[in-house]
């Protein structure tokens, strides 16, 4: 796999969560409506992770990449995982960019990025 491309990045934030005790239950979940990055289960709490990537910050940092276009279409997404799980369950948008490459990075993970 190419050191950045967005699947790097997504097995890097896999494993940044992991080893924080999050469980992984799916990785580039599709659905008519978008594609979910990472969904994870920590503390009770269904994560929905948004995961960017760039070399450096020379046209901003990854995470400024996240639109609302993107952002509704990550709701919409998340709204269609959550209607196929047999019980409700508490959820939160997460978001985590990373600048570099697999040598060098470094690694910004928001709680709750996309609340008013």
């Known amino acids: 796999m ?11 934030v896999a494993r940044y969560l992991s080893s924080r005790g999050a469980e992984i239950l799916a990785r580039n979940w599709r659905c008519r409506e978008g594609e979910l990055d990472i969904v994870a289960r920590h503390t009770g709490i269904l994560l929905f992770v948004e995961v960017r990537s760039r070399r450096n910050e020379s046209f901003g940092s990854p995470l400024s990449t996240i639109t609302a276009r993107k952002r509704r279409r990550l709701a919409a997404a998340a709204a269609r995982f959550l209607a196929e799980l047999p019980e409700p369950e508490d959820c939160r948008f997460d978001a985590a960019g990373i600048t570099g490459d697999p040598e060098s990075y470094s690694l910004s993970y928001i709680e709750g990025a996309f609340d008013a």
């Open 2 to 12: 190419p050191p950045h491309s967005g699947a790097w990045a997504e097995d890097l």
